[in-house]
Nanobody
Framework: QVHLVESGGGLVQPGGSLRLSCVAS????????MGWYRQAPGKQRELVAT???????NYADSVKDRFSISRDNAKNTVYLQMNSLKPDDTAVYYC??????????????WGQGTQVTVTS
């Protein structure tokens, strides 16, 4: 089993910043891509940002130039620095990791989600 623990969500005013963290642990052989997705009420889950083991990143157009994804491979941790937050960024943010695992053929795992609320 692989466990993902997210932290860093909360309530922030428009224009503010938050930093999300996600730590992966358990039966990890290797992690390839790590990423963040979000789901707002009444909407489908959408990609926010991903980062490969080599450091290549991909962002949704809506967060480019405001959000920054990074990772610490030694700690199996991925971060999402969110700046200039807008009310439209309000959602539950989910961590996702893709890789290979001991005892499992699952392609990926999801975290439990952390709420981000942007409001004045």
């Amino acid at each position: 089993q692989v466990h993902l623990v997210e932290s860093g969500g909360g309530l922030v005013q428009p224009g503010g910043s938050l930093r999300l963290s996600c730590v992966a642990s358990g039966s990890i052989f290797s992690i390839n891509a790590m990423g963040w997705y979000r789901q707002a009420p009444g909407k489908q889950r959408e990609l926010v940002a991903t980062i490969t083991s080599g450091g290549s990143t991909n962002y949704a157009d809506s967060v480019k130039d405001r959000f920054s994804i990074s990772r610490d491979n030694a700690k199996n941790t991925v971060y999402l620095q969110m700046n200039s937050l807008k009310p439209d960024d309000t959602a539950v943010y989910y961590c996702n990791v893709r890789g290979t695992w001991y005892g499992s053929y699952r392609p990926d795992y999801w975290g439990q989600g952390t709420q981000v609320t942007v409001t004045s």
